[in-house]
């Protein structure tokens, strides 16, 4: 059963297209967005969670739009950004407060237990905060309410590896009732190969590569070796061939092995490697 | 009642802002105790008004719309909530002057016969300002310029406050005055239609703002 949407979805500016990104997510499954700065990773999220308007397309959450039901599809998203969001003058009660007004499934018993698990400080004013505090907050405010699709804008960004840890863990725990999903941008790319079942990743607006993270490591080698041994064949097959001074080093999809020499060497690529050797191809 | 709740999210954005109310309410009284007509300290009360009405506006920044703009509404709740935001200081100011009022009596003073409908009209002069204040917001974005804002909040209040002035010296000056109070039940009705037209006026710019916001970008 499929939990996100994503249908056409395009968004025209003056400087910048994105166009036709397609997916969807299924309960109970995290994606990792991934791509270099300015491919459109947040515009996507923010037309998810209505902050932006989509020029074209469609989205679903649930099997509902912005447009046909607003409160119910904003009820069910939980969103946190890599910029805090709150209100700087606000503080942790007046959070409780607003949280308590708009969400009928919000627990402030729960909210209080995020506190003190945190240790965030209830009195001092949230402008204050460091930037863990601010992300844990963030986290607090949609853990304790009924979300089922969590939206992460490089939420994990400047955040210590210590706090970085205990995110990825409380994510893989929020998807584990089968019921919730989680969307995911980072540049982080390890963090990604830990927890995501999905990679869509984008590249100057368009859509290069969208799979399942495990399927999508098992489609390509990660080739080494000296200049020389590439055939004609080959360098054609070769995505995005970095020289170095061992040689170079390419992506190669793993259909294409026959073309390998037997100087070659080869491993299965990482997340980070698939992306690096991809816009590097595109560039 | 979500546009009430944003009327409250206003509210603690600017709370520090409101805080200072009560010193104003003291200024007014100050001006009141000069001698002045007890329309001096209306006028003041409403440009008061004018000015806090559109505070919000200079508390917006992008950032916050990852939290404002998710919270399960539409984007009616959320213009309605600043509309009722900026009517409840129009409340205030006029809750200040019925005080007032009050206080002029019970010290066994003699209200003007014009003052009231005079009043009438300060009001929905009043509402006015910050209904044109508040379209020109949303048509240029929440997120305008804090120079261009500084402008556009407190330049409509000052002008109209200076004006109400002129305004009184000159027409005491003039004896225009016994001519008002000659012609009060006429200028009462008139002081009524100008509040409800103003209230219309109020309505119908809430609705344009809806329409223009819902298909603005946040970011």
Request: aromatic share 12%; with cysteine; proline share 3%.
């Given at each position: 059963?499929?939990?996100?949407?994503?249908?056409?979805?395009?968004?025209?500016?003056?400087?910048?297209?994105?166009k036709d990104?397609?997916?969807?997510?299924?309960?109970?499954?995290?994606?990792g967005y991934v791509g270099p700065n300015g491919s459109g990773k947040?515009?996507?999220?923010?037309?998810?969670?209505?902050?932006?308007?989509?020029?074209?397309?469609?989205?679903?959450?649930?099997?509902?739009?912005?447009?046909?039901?607003?409160?119910?599809?904003?009820?069910?998203?939980?969103?946190?950004?890599?910029?805090?969001?709150?209100?700087?003058?606000?503080?942790?009660?007046?959070?409780?407060?607003?949280?308590?007004?708009?969400?009928?499934?919000?627990?402030?018993?729960?909210?209080?237990?995020?506190?003190?698990?945190?240790?965030?400080?209830?009195?001092?004013?949230?402008?204050?905060?460091?930037?863990?505090?601010?992300?844990?907050?963030?986290?607090?405010?949609?853990?304790?309410?009924?979300?089922?699709?969590?939206?992460?804008?490089?939420?994990?960004?400047?955040?210590?590896?210590?706090?970085?840890?205990?995110?990825?863990?409380?994510?893989?725990?929020?998807?584990?009732?089968?019921?919730?999903?989680?969307?995911?941008?980072?540049h982080i790319l390890s963090?990604l190969e830990?927890?995501a079942?999905y990679i869509y990743f984008i590249h100057q607006g368009r859509t290069v590569l969208y799979d399942a993270k495990d399927e999508l490591i098992e489609s390509y080698l990660l080739v080494k070796g000296d200049r020389s041994e590439v055939s004609g064949e080959l360098e054609k097959a070769l995505i995005g061939a970095i020289d170095n001074a061992y040689g170079f080093e390419a992506l190669l999809p793993s259909d294409k092995a026959g073309l390998l020499g037997s100087q070659m060497h080869y491993e299965k690529p990482n997340i980070d490697q698939i992306v690096v050797h991809y816009i590097k191809d595109r560039r | 009642?979500?546009?009430?709740?944003?009327?409250?999210?206003?509210?603690?954005?600017?709370?520090?802002?409101?805080?200072?109310?009560?010193?104003?309410?003291?200024?007014?009284?100050?001006?009141?105790?000069?001698?002045?007509?007890?329309?001096?300290?209306?006028?003041?009360?409403?440009?008061?008004?004018?000015?806090?009405?559109?505070?919000?506006?200079?508390?917006?920044?992008?950032?916050?719309?990852?939290?404002?703009?998710?919270?399960?509404?539409?984007?009616?709740?959320?213009?309605?909530?600043?509309?009722?935001?900026?009517?409840?200081?129009?409340?205030?100011?006029?809750?200040?002057?019925?005080?007032?009022?009050?206080?002029?009596?019970?010290?066994?003073?003699?209200?003007?016969?014009?003052?009231?409908?005079?009043?009438?009209?300060?009001?929905?002069?009043?509402?006015?300002?910050?209904?044109?204040?508040?379209?020109?917001?949303?048509?240029?974005?929440?997120?305008?310029?804090?120079?261009?804002?500084?402008?556009?909040?407190?330049?409509?209040?000052?002008?109209?406050?200076?004006?109400?002035?002129?305004?009184?010296?000159?027409?005491?000056?003039?004896?225009?005055?016994?001519?008002?109070?000659?012609?009060?039940?006429?200028?009462?009705?008139?002081?009524?239609?100008?509040?409800?037209?103003?209230?219309?006026?109020?309505?119908?710019?809430?609705?344009?703002?809806?329409?223009?916001?819902?298909?603005?970008?946040?970011?």
């Open positions: 059963m499929e939990l996100l949407e994503v249908k056409n979805l395009s968004k025209h500016y003056k400087a910048f297209d994105l990104i397609n997916f969807t997510l299924p309960k109970g499954y995290i994606m947040t515009t996507t999220l923010n037309m998810i969670t209505d902050i932006c308007k989509c020029t074209q397309g469609e989205i679903r959450i649930g099997g509902i739009t912005c447009a046909e039901d607003a409160i119910a599809y904003k009820e069910s998203i939980g969103y946190i950004g890599d910029e805090f969001y709150f209100p700087d003058n606000f503080r942790v009660k007046n959070i409780r407060r607003v949280l308590q007004n708009f969400y009928p499934a919000f627990s402030a018993d729960k909210f209080n237990q995020f506190l003190r698990r945190w240790n965030l400080p209830e009195k001092k004013p949230i402008k204050d905060f460091s930037r863990g505090m601010k992300v844990m907050l963030m986290f607090a405010s949609v853990l304790s309410r009924d979300t089922r699709l969590l939206v992460l804008d490089e939420a994990t960004n400047g955040l210590d590896p210590v706090v970085r840890t205990e995110i990825l863990e409380l994510l893989q725990e929020y998807v584990m009732d089968g019921e919730r999903s989680v969307i995911f941008s980072t963090d830990q927890i079942d | 009642m979500r546009a009430i709740h944003f009327m409250m999210i206003d509210y603690i954005k600017v709370k520090q802002q409101v805080y200072f109310m009560p010193l104003f309410l003291v200024i007014a009284l100050l001006m009141w105790g000069q001698g002045y007509s007890i329309l001096v300290p209306f006028s003041y009360m409403m440009f008061v008004a004018i000015i806090f009405s559109t505070a919000p506006f200079g508390a917006c920044k992008k950032g916050d719309a990852g939290f404002l703009v998710l919270l399960p509404s539409t984007v009616m709740h959320r213009v309605m909530g600043r509309f009722l935001y900026g009517l409840s200081f129009v409340g205030i100011a006029v809750i200040c002057c019925g005080i007032f009022a009050v206080i002029h009596q019970t010290m066994g003073k003699d209200t003007e016969a014009w003052a009231v409908p005079a009043s009438l009209f300060l009001l929905a002069f009043g509402m006015l300002i910050i209904t044109v204040e508040f379209l020109i917001m949303y048509l240029i974005g929440e997120n305008m310029a804090p120079q261009l804002l500084g402008i556009v909040r407190v330049a409509p209040a000052m002008g109209s406050f200076f004006a109400m002035m002129y305004l009184m010296d000159d027409a005491e000056a003039l004896g225009d005055i016994a001519m008002m109070q000659n012609r009060n039940d006429g200028l009462l009705q008139m002081g009524c239609i100008a509040v409800a037209a103003a209230l219309v006026i109020w309505i119908v710019s809430a609705v344009i703002c809806v329409k223009v916001t819902a298909k603005r970008d946040y970011v």
